[in-house]
């Protein structure tokens, strides 16, 4: 079974950062894309940023400048470094895996279980 194993959440002040990582876990043949969502209380699912296998990057307008998402493919992980935090900032940041099986070759899509980042002072 694949999994997202995610860890780095936590309150900090505006203006703060906050190092997110997320862990691909499983027989996987495979990573075609990852990224980072964010749902704030009362709000939708939002993209933060995306990455592709061939390293194609998309941010949120909102993060631009101040986040950035890479990958160690050798572990199979995908960070999300966030710089000058601000509260709007806080939400539930929730990985996402595009992943080839390495079993059937089929690709799924795999949800985190979600970390919380607030940003308060």
């Known amino acids: 079974q694949v999994q997202l194993v995610e860890s780095g959440g936590g309150l900090v002040q505006p203006g703060g950062s906050l190092r997110l990582s997320c862990a691909v876990s499983g027989s996987i043949f495979s990573i075609n894309r990852m990224g980072w969502y964010r749902q704030a209380p009362g709000k939708q699912r939002e993209l933060v940023a995306t990455v592709t296998s061939d390293g194609k990057i998309v941010y949120a307008d909102s993060v631009k400048g101040r986040f950035t998402i890479s990958k160690d493919n050798a572990k199979n992980t995908v960070y999300l470094q966030m710089n000058s935090l601000q509260p709007e900032d806080t939400a539930g940041y929730y990985c996402?895996?595009?992943?080839?099986?390495?079993?059937?070759?089929?690709?799924?899509?795999?949800w985190g279980q979600g970390t919380l980042v607030t940003v308060s002072s």
């Open positions: 996402n895996g595009n992943v080839r099986l390495s079993s059937s070759l089929r690709t799924i899509e795999v």
